[in-house]
């Protein structure tokens, strides 16, 4: 609460002059800092941690039937080492000649122009096959692209041993 104290003039009164008391004021904050502290503690146990999130992805059926996807709308992207991306459309024919190299940086104009270029949007689906000298972060950051880019239809695949000689040379 607030006071007002009185300090008495205690000299002695002068023929003439007449002296007023002066008055000093005193605010006592203790109250405002109980009421802080209480308004703090409501806002801390009141609040919501945020929950960490995740990324969802829709595995396929346990029915061991592969899926039949058309060479038109298929894109497959190898995952090298150093944050090197591999990737070529369709089939990948014979002594890798349609193999292209990008940089992970550079893999959302690829994703863009080949989603693009697809007629239909259920025809196009991303083939994606980390190498064995590949990083996680580079998967994660891949799996972000396909996020980012709106790709439906994407598959997590093994990459094949003639694949991983491509790579290598």
């Known amino acids: 609460m607030a006071e007002v104290t009185s300090i008495e003039n205690q000299q002695k009164k002068r023929v003439g002059v007449a002296k007023s008391k002066k008055l000093s004021t005193r605010v006592d904050l203790t109250p405002m800092v109980d009421l802080g502290f209480l308004l703090l503690t409501f806002f801390i146990f009141t609040t919501t941690m945020s929950q960490p999130t995740a ?3 829709v595995l396929p059926d346990d029915s061991g039937e592969s899926t039949r996807v058309k060479q038109s709308g298929a894109l497959t992207i190898l995952l090298g080492s150093n944050s090197s991306v591999y990737y070529y459309e ?4 014979q002594g890798g000649t349609n193999i292209r190299t990008s940089s992970m940086s ?17 025809d196009f689906v991303v083939i994606i096959k980390p190498a064995t000298t590949s990083v996680y972060k580079d998967l994660v950051n891949i799996v972000d692209e396909m996020t980012i880019n709106d790709v439906k239809r994407y598959a ?3 990459i094949t ?4 000689e491509m790579l290598r040379n």
């Open 55 to 57: 990324v969802k992805i």
């Open 156 to 158: 997590l695949v093994d």
């Open 90 to 93: 369709g089939e990948l024919q």
């Open 106 to 122: 550079l893999i959302r104009e690829t994703l863009i122009s080949k989603k693009r270029s697809t007629t239909e949007e259920r």
């Open 161 to 164: 041993l003639r694949e991983e």
